[in-house]
Nanobody
Framework: VQLQAYGGGLVQAGGSLRLSCTAS??????????MGWFRQAPGKERELVAS????????YYADSVKGRFTISRDNAKNTFYLEMNSLKPEDTAVYYCAADNSPRISLSSKYWGQGTLVTVSS
């Protein structure tokens, strides 16, 4: 399975961006993968921002993004998204998508996208 992340860019504080992550390769049941978005700011550790459980039953959001970010998936397109609203300069980071066919997403997850840079200017 290969993941391709895209949609990053430069945006002013208060603006919005939508990140996309498309999966390709040997995917039997896209809906059966847990998916997540991580981010890594300069000098900081990679952190989980949002995740969507297998079959889309449960979402998780880091406290710093609750109410502003939304994770979703489109099984027909083998794609999942991170809608980011009310962006803040502290959201500036490289964002990575990840997926796994195990129940949980983590830094040890099997499949990773290449990262897409989000820069929020003040």
């Amino acid at each position: 399975v290969q993941l391709q992340a895209y949609g990053g860019g430069l945006v002013q504080a208060g603006g919005s961006l939508r990140l996309s992550c498309t999966a390709s390769g040997r995917i039997l049941h896209f809906n059966g993968y847990v998916m997540g978005w991580f981010r890594q700011a300069p000098g900081k550790e990679r952190e989980l921002v949002a995740s969507l459980s297998r079959y889309g039953t449960t979402t998780y959001y880091a406290d710093s993004v609750k109410g502003r970010f939304t994770i979703s998936r489109d099984n027909a397109k083998n794609t999942f998204y991170l809608e980011m609203n009310s962006l803040k300069p502290e959201d500036t980071a490289v964002y990575y998508c990840a997926a796994d066919n195990s129940p949980r997403i983590s830094l040890s997850s099997k499949y990773w996208g290449q990262g897409t840079l989000v820069t929020v200017s003040s």
